[in-house]
């Protein structure tokens, strides 16, 4: 089983293997973490994302990290949050899941994610970092040694920290 770790900050500065982006269904940019990893990457990553005609909410697709430290990009549309009854925490960890498997297909050690659709997609905090933290935790990864949660304040942070114990003590 892969360690976790939680970590604060800025998850296009992080030297991984592969970081996630929380994108949308077109994978051609956004804002949020989306506009910042590419403005991080250069270029040549929409360039990329353009063959791949888009995603689905809840898949991945992966490119390389170009101008990233990070050597791939994970790019998973996380559900956008209407009332938890449309699917939303299914979609949601399957974004997870989704991204793990596409981690250890290429040979990924250490993979960050962000707090997926806990920003313009409005999922609530709590429930968004329940379902990441369970949906990671119950992964049977092979290649993957270590999972970062990149939160970008700390109040998300301290929900992640709250959220791990608490899972850790239920494990
Ligand atoms: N590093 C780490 N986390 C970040 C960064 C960053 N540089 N920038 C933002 N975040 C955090 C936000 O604070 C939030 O917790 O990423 C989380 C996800 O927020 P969004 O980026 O708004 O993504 P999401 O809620 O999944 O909405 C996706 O927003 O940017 C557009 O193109 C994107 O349409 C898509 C939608």
């Keep these: 089983m892969a360690t976790v770790e939680i970590i604060e900050g800025d998850i296009t500065l ?9 994108a949308n269904c077109s994978l051609l940019g956004g804002g949020g973490v989306d506009g910042a990893i590419h403005r991080a990457a250069g270029p040549e990553l929409l360039k990329a994302c353009i063959p791949l005609g ?48 596409l981690a250890e297909e290429n040979h990924c050690e250490t993979v960050a994610f962000p707090a997926i659709s ?10 968004a970092t329940q379902i990441a933290i369970q949906t990671v935790l119950s ?16 109040q998300m942070k301290e929900l992640y920290e709250q959220g791990l114990a608490n899972n850790s003590k239920t494990a």
């Design 14 to 22: 992080l030297n991984v293997d592969a970081i996630v982006n929380a």
């Design 54 to 101: 888009g995603c689905k909410t809840g898949e991945a697709k992966i490119t390389p990290g170009f101008k990233l430290p990070a050597k791939f990009v994970i790019h998973t549309p996380g559900p956008r949050y209407k009332d938890g009854k449309h699917g939303e925490p299914e979609l949601l960890a399957s974004c997870y899941r989704n991204c793990l498997t």
């Design 118 to 127: 806990t920003g313009v997609y409005g999922y609530p905090w709590a429930e």
């Design 139 to 154: 992964f049977p990864t092979k290649n993957i040694k270590k999972v970062l949660f990149c939160c970008f304040n700390a």
